[in-house]
């Protein structure tokens, strides 16, 4: 299905979308920009990634370092907790699993952390498993700072909140951090399959 | 979208606060407390296209409130906020 009108929202789970849309959403054409704050630019130059917290030694990886560590492409559907979802989104990342190899941690929980101050806490088990990237392309395209350029994190199984743009880090932590939405009425894990939108969901 | 497009101003989000306050919010005086800057709430920058509303002190750009709003409840974060002065 080519367009689907919002009047029709949550309608149609017959459809061949229709299996693959949360309850709750709709599905939109465009790409939201949501923002929680002003936009942060930083040359590459000056970009770094890095694995902190519960581990023998904390990890830096330059923007070139970082773009030499195998990558790869993903076309996933995305949820949005302002309940628009984006099908057949492309992406090109490193995925966590390959920044995590030989990282030697007892941690459970992790917080992403970001240009801007912002921050999202999952579990380590969400992060791993070639189910999460830091992701640097948009339909092969570098990706916009709008949308979370230089690179965001991208866990499209969980609502799109827990994708921080702008990333900069991850923290592995023996304790779980509520970060900057689930510390204020955000469910804490964000599933939307199972509509955790909020506290008590 | 360009981000001028996406920072508004505080007169964004007076009929929310009056929701929240039951009474004119704009002109009642917010001090953050990142930098000790005094800005009436109607001049502060707001960002309504996130999960929740998101206040921001023109100054320094931290955190001054942050709104969200669901199953009949809202969730309301002061701590950017650190003195919020308003006529009776
Ligand atoms: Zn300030």
Redesign the interface.
Known sequence: MAFISRGFRGKRRDTASGSRVPPGQHVVDDF????????PRVPLSEWSFSIVGELDEPKTWTWDEFRRLPSETVSVDIHC??KWSKLDTSWTGVSVETILEGVETAADYAVAYCDG?YTTNLPVDDLRGRQAWIAFEYDGQPLDP?HGGPARLLVPHLYL?KSAKWVRGISLQAEDEPG??E????HNRGDPWREQ????? | MRQSDLKLDGNAIAGLLREIFTMEMTNAESTCAGCGKVHAVGRVDVYLNAPGVVVRCPACEQVLMRIVRGRGRYWIDLTGTRCLEFKE
Do not use: C, H, I, Q
């Open positions: 939201p920009v949501l923002s929680a704050g002003p936009t907790v302002t101050g709008e909140w900057f939405w510390s204020n009425g955000y939108r909020y506290w008590g969901d």
